[in-house]
């Protein structure tokens, strides 16, 4: 990452000065040393009519300091009001502090965006640390649905919003190739390869995959195997197609994610765990045992409705509440074959080989279940070195004005993600998949996001990167020499006049512009890149808010054939809103268009 993109942005430019002011008082005052000062955070206030940013410094610092919150909040403000950039500060409350900065200061934060471009809003609070973000891992048992979207959307954005901050980031999508439901694929996809030698085959029987997706597998099949296959018992036939059925689905699958232009950089398989030379599964038992993790005994039975994977017996079980889990976890069944649990011990021990000390797994709505164990599994394989953080997505509800959509006939029983994609684009899929909190269930009508209408967000932001281009455009009849490439045009407009733009509307904006960069580094720290598109649509809905404005009032139009000065100084200012939409939906994955068809 180069030094332009970590460069310090605004708030963390005043966190720095109220910072200094700290340490001052602290030397003056003889604080005790070893004061934890990274508790400090300056954020915008939760009341717009409070100032433009607010400080907690008295708040956490008071008993470190000897001193009142309200009293140490006076001191610190009685300093910050000398500060070149602040107009004025208020204490309120038991002691926080609020900041008003003058009106300069949005001007000179309106250049900084100019001057950066495209770096503007990176960060490198990441500072090179490997991150692995395991997403999607859908069984390789069909095409992906609905659910399987959100969670390949939510866990492509994160990726790139912990780029942007800094982190050197892993996508990884683990292949459950060893279970007993790619079992259930094999015979449903032989029960296709008979069929597609000339079989008639009726209805598919229960407990087999229904979709006539398995078709071309069984074709497949038969182009490459005659019909040998038959022949054989199930023993011989079934690894043969398994393997076949797999790798079609996967191949599959990989050209679903692509139609979202999502690409992971690894695809781990779960049966390579088990079929090496090592078995990777029972070294992390044995690894597990040595160290007094791993013990023999009966559990109590759950509280409630059974679990599945409960058996009242002596069996091998994980001391998960050693570390943070409610009950202990079985890993080998009463066939003597691994839980699940015990290949994903090995699995994310692997990944700690590799060197991910972070990795973040996203779940489905229905693996709610599994955070606590885990994360008490990556406790114990790493002696507490490495952290996992589980994000659940939770569902999607499929509508079309408002009516829920049925079924697919081609999936069998779901309605799958390419249909979603080819309906309605990429862009909507991911923008909206992304425009409601992973945690909470998501309502997506076809219908609605493809209507050109406030109410659609993914238009509403798009069109207000459009609306720039076009307000470039049909300014080059008064500014001529306004250049069309993107970044030779923020370099010349960064020489404009944007001190001029004084209305409190135009500031509003520039604050929104400002605000990028900390909203970046809050969104990656939290793992949340649902707050990317929130904090587009705000600043695309106060964009549109200024243009209509403009046409009741003249004096705020951004084209003044009157005034070419301050013209430059609104194009600077639309070429700021400009940049910042394609950046953040650059980060969403969602292309930024200079104009709407």
Known sequence: MSDKSALPH????????????CADLAAESKWPDGIDFSRVVVEPPREATHGDMATNAAMVLARDAGAKPRDLA??????????????????????????????????????????????????????????????????????????????????DALGSLLQSAGFDVTREYYINDAGAQVDVLARSSFLRYREALGESIDEIPDGLYPGDYLVPVGQALAAEHGDRLKAMPEGA???????KAVAMMMD??????????????????????????????????????????????????????????????????????A???DVDRP?????????????????????????FLDMIDVFGADHGGYIKRMQAAVKGVSAGKAALDVKVVQLVRLLRNGEPVKM????????????????????????????????????????????????????????????????????????????????ARSTWLAAAPVERLTDPAELDLLKRLALY?????????????????????????????????????????FIMNNDAEITKARLAMVQGVVSVLASGLAVLGVHAPSEMR
Request: aromatic fraction near 10%; hydrophobic fraction near 40%.
């Open 237 to 243: 036939w079934l690894p043969i197609v398994r393997a």
């Open 252 to 321: 599959m699958i990989k050209g679903d994610l692509a139609a979202l232009n999502i690409k992971h950089d690894v695809f781990f398989s779960e049966r390579s765990l088990v079929e090496t030379g090592n078995n990777k599964v029972t070294e992390t038992i044995d690894f597990l045992r040595s160290k007094g993790d791993i013990y023999q005994g009966r559990l109590p039975p759950p509280k409630g409705k059974p679990t599945e994977d409960y058996e009242d017996r002596e069996q091998t079980l994980f001391r998960a509440t």
């Open 331 to 355: 890993l080998i069944k009463s066939d003597g074959s691994y839980t699940y649990f015990a290949s994903d011990i090995a699995y994310h021990r692997n990944k700690i080989e590799r060197g």
């Open 74 to 155: 006076e001191r610190i403000a009685e300093k910050l009001r000398a500060d070149d950039m602040v107009a004025s500060v208020d204490v309120a409350g038991p002691g926080f502090i609020n900041l008003t900065l003058k009106p300069q200061v949005w001007a000179d934060a309106l250049r900084t965006v100019l001057r950066e471009g495209a770096s503007y809003g990176r960060s490198a609070i990441g500072r090179g640390a490997k991150v692995n973000v395991e997403y999607v891992s859908a069984n390789p048992t069909g095409p992906m649905h609905v659910g399987h979207c959100r969670g390949a959307v939510f866990g």
């Open 408 to 487: 697919s006939k081609r999936s069998g029983d779901f309605v799958t993600l390419r249909e979603v994609v080819d309906e309605v684009g990429s862009d909507a899929v991911r923008f909206m998949m992304l425009f409601r909190k992973n945690d909470a269930v998501l309502d997506f009508d076809l219908a609605k996001v493809i209507e050109q209408s406030k109410d659609n967000a993914v238009f509403y932001v798009q069109y207000g990167h459009a609306r720039g281009h076009s307000i470039f455009k049909n300014a080059r009849e008064l500014v001529p020499d306004l250049p069309e490439d993107d970044v």
């Open 10 to 21: 605004l708030f963390a430019d005043v966190l720095a000065r109220v910072l200094a002011v």
């Open 323 to 325: 570390y943070g889990d």
């Open 517 to 557: 960069p900390r909203m970046i580094e809050a969104a990656a720290v939290a793992h949340e890149p649902h707050r990317i598109a929130f904090y587009l649509y705000d600043l695309a809905s106060e964009f549109h808010a200024l243009w209509t404005k403009g046409r009741d009032l003249p004096y705020l139009r």
